[in-house]
């Protein structure tokens, strides 16, 4: 038995050599091969120098992203509204909604009864200040109920309040209780060039707090999706911006906020490639001013001003000539008082060079009511310069804009809206010729070439009797309009001053 149990040990040694032996040779032959497939690789090695700059853009993007974040915030909004045109389920009634941000909110055809309806939405916003101060879009909070405020580590905060809106420029301020807060610095926008890095950042189609990436692909836009106009000027940006990203900050290199993203022009719904962002320097004293007193406080030239084009020049004998040329000047105003003209180019504003009409509305506008400005321009190929004590527009462009509301002979009893009308082609009601901004009709949706047909049940068909029928509405209601446009006819309910 000995002899039987030492020979089948010394068989089962000899079996596990040749295992091992057999593995050792398999696994450097594997090595081999391995060896020779990469050194047979015809791709082209990278070196260090080659992935430097693409891993110095990631860590920097990385380092802005871990920066800003923690000042980046979910709003929550619920509210009730009383819709008169067709509103898609849970939305608000489209009335109610700035013309250029519309396209937030989904709508179908048709009228609705005038019965009270429900909506909720989100947007983001960014903390300005350590005490909870939050800047976003007034298109986000608009018509709001409540408003809730979910930070970036998951605290929420119920019944935020909003301090101040201004319709004009989209911008509104919302403040929690809390201290300590992360928050965000503004930049120099009007440093801004493009082609710069910038980063959008916000809560787009509720997937929170996401980063995306792009340049500045122009300053100074002024018009936004509708064709309209809207106070201020733009900054262009293809870093994506979609549904939910309205209120959130647009990053520049150093990690400052240069934007508050606000709408983006697509034909699909979704990012086109071209979003726009308020820019910090209109950012800024808006928020402040929220901040201060609630509301905006800005300054009234009392012109009427578009972009210099060139053919225009050429023909005033100022080819090469940019500026913002001056079409009309408001009667009673602080501008006609200074000796300001028709056909004047205004080149500057209290040395701010003045490049177009947009960039004048945005100079003028951040200026305080009383200050003195100087305005530089050409006349006749002469350059002057003329000082212009700015007015209050809260006080005196509204007040312009109501005058002209329907002819003249307006009474100071009449309501006001805000629009200015004529008589239409085939005389069945009044066109709309300009909507003021801010006014109650253009926080009703109404919009230039719109058609009032009614004022309250009664037909009108003169700018006159469309007078008269405000003035007879009963004080502290709202005034029911039958609007008609290229989607049909609607009743409108507006609010009078």
């Known amino acids: 038995m000995n002899s039987i149990t030492r020979s089948v040990s010394k068989f089962r040694t000899a079996i596990i050599a040749v295992v091992l032996s057999a593995a050792v040779v398999a696994s450097a032959a594997f090595v081999r091969i391995h060896d020779d497939r990469s050194m047979s690789s015809n791709l082209p090695a990278f070196s260090e120098t080659t992935v430097a700059p693409l891993l110095a853009l990631d860590?920097?993007?990385?380092?802005?992203?871990?920066?800003?974040?923690?000042?980046?915030?979910?709003?929550?909004?619920?509210?009730?509204?009383?819709?008169?045109?067709?509103?898609?389920?849970?939305?608000?009634?489209?009335?109610?909604?700035?013309?250029?941000?519309?396209?937030?909110?989904?709508?179908?055809?048709?009228?609705?009864?005038?019965?009270p309806q429900y909506f909720s939405a989100q947007g983001s916003g960014v903390i300005i200040s350590p005490d909870g101060y939050i800047v976003t879009?007034?298109?986000?909070?608009?018509?709001?109920?409540?408003?809730?405020?979910?930070?970036?580590?998951?605290?929420e905060f119920d019944g935020a309040k909003v301090v101040g809106s201004d319709p004009n420029t989209d911008l509104a301020v919302v403040k929690i209780n809390a201290t300590g807060l992360p928050s965000a610095a503004f930049g120099d926008s009007s440093l801004l060039k493009p082609g710069q890095s910038v980063l959008a950042i916000g809560d787009p189609l509720g997937m929170d707090f996401s980063v995306t990436r792009g340049i500045v692909s122009a300053t100074g836009r002024s018009r936004t999706q509708d064709g309209s106009n809207a106070y201020g000027s733009f900054i262009q940006t293809d870093a994506p911006i979609n549904h939910g990203n309205s209120g959130g900050p647009l990053v520049d290199a150093q990690g400052d906020v240069i934007g508050i993203n606000t709408e983006m022009l697509s034909t699909s719904g979704a990012s086109a490639g071209i979003g726009f962002a308020i820019p910090s320097d209109v950012v800024q004293p808006i928020a402040e001013s929220l901040m201060k007193n609630g509301k905006v406080v800005r300054?009234?030239?009392?012109?009427?001003?578009?972009?210099?084009?060139?053919?225009?020049?050429?023909?005033?004998?100022?080819?090469g000539l940019h500026g913002a040329l001056v079409n009309q000047v408001n009667g009673g105003s602080p501008a006609q008082a200074a000796g300001i003209q028709p056909y004047d180019v205004v080149t500057a504003f209290n040395g701010h060079k003045v490049s177009n009409g947009t960039e004048l509305q945005t100079l003028s506008g951040a200026a305080a009511p009383g200050s003195v400005a100087k305005l530089e321009l050409?006349?006749?190929?002469?350059?002057?310069?003329?000082?212009?004590?700015?007015?209050?527009?809260?006080?005196?462009?509204?007040?312009?804009?109501?005058?002209?509301?329907?002819?003249?002979?307006?009474?100071?009893?009449?309501?006001?809206?805000?629009?200015?009308?004529?008589?239409?082609?085939?005389?069945?009601?009044v066109v709309v010729q300009s909507v003021a901004p801010g006014s109650p009709a253009q926080m009703a949706g109404i919009a230039q070439g719109d058609v009032i047909k009614q004022v309250n049940r009664k037909s009108i068909s003169t700018p006159e009797q469309m007078r008269q029928q405000l003035s007879r509405s009963p004080a502290g209601k709202d005034i029911l309009l039958l609007i008609h446009n290229a989607n049909g006819d609607f009743i409108i309910p507006v609010r009078p001053r």
């Open 137 to 155: 879009n007034n298109h986000v909070v608009h018509g709001a109920t409540t408003v809730d405020v979910i930070l970036n580590d998951k605290r």
């Open 59 to 115: 860590r920097a993007t990385e380092a802005i992203a871990a920066r800003i974040i923690p000042a980046v915030v979910n709003i929550h909004v619920e509210g009730k509204t009383m819709p008169s045109r067709a509103s898609g389920q849970g939305q608000m009634d489209p009335s109610q909604i700035p013309e250029p941000f519309r396209q937030f909110f989904q709508f179908g055809p048709g009228e609705m009864p005038m019965q």
């Open 299 to 319: 300054g009234y030239l009392g012109i009427d001003v578009t972009d210099l084009q060139a053919a225009i020049a050429e023909s005033l004998d100022e080819s």
């Open 378 to 429: 050409v006349r006749d190929g002469k350059p002057m310069t003329i000082s212009v004590t700015l007015g209050d527009y809260a006080k005196q462009g509204s007040a312009a804009a109501d005058a002209d509301e329907t002819g003249s002979g307006s009474s100071d009893a009449t309501p006001k809206l805000g629009v200015s009308v004529a008589p239409s082609d085939n005389g069945s009601g």
